[in-house]
């Protein structure tokens, strides 16, 4: 059974307010899971000098011993903390333009220069 330490929404519409809670993978997010150990909350302003995020840290580390994987969200919150490390993501050829954009603007560019020329 592999175990993930992620978040489960609670709150109203357009209110939203989370449970982290330890889950089987293969469970719902909103589901069945076998314990909570904390709570975040985002619509506390980061200014307002209340913490979002109240998380038990030494129940997480005691279920990150057994082999519980955290989600992206929680591992950035557990990274904030110390508790764990995570590797920066840096991917700069999302930001390029497709082939096709590229290949007419390569053409743009030879029919600007011969225009140039002439």
């Given at each position: ?106 053409e743009k560019a030879k029919k600007a220069a011969a225009a140039a020329a002439?």
């Amino acid at each position: 059974m592999s175990l993930k330490i992620r978040l489960a929404r609670r709150g109203a519409k357009k209110r939203p307010f989370y449970a982290v809670v330890v889950a089987d993978s293969r469970s719902p997010r909103d589901g069945r899971f076998i314990e909570k150990i904390g709570v975040y909350d985002p619509m506390i302003a980061k200014e307002s000098g209340n913490s979002r995020w109240t998380v038990d840290l030494e129940a997480a580390k005691a279920w990150l011993a057994k082999g519980a994987t955290p989600t992206d969200r929680v591992l950035r919150h557990f990274a904030a903390e110390g508790l764990l490390t995570r590797e920066v993501r840096n991917n700069p050829e999302k930001a390029l333009p497709g082939k096709k954009a590229q290949e007419r603007t390569a053409e743009k560019a030879k029919k600007a220069a011969a225009a140039a020329a002439a």
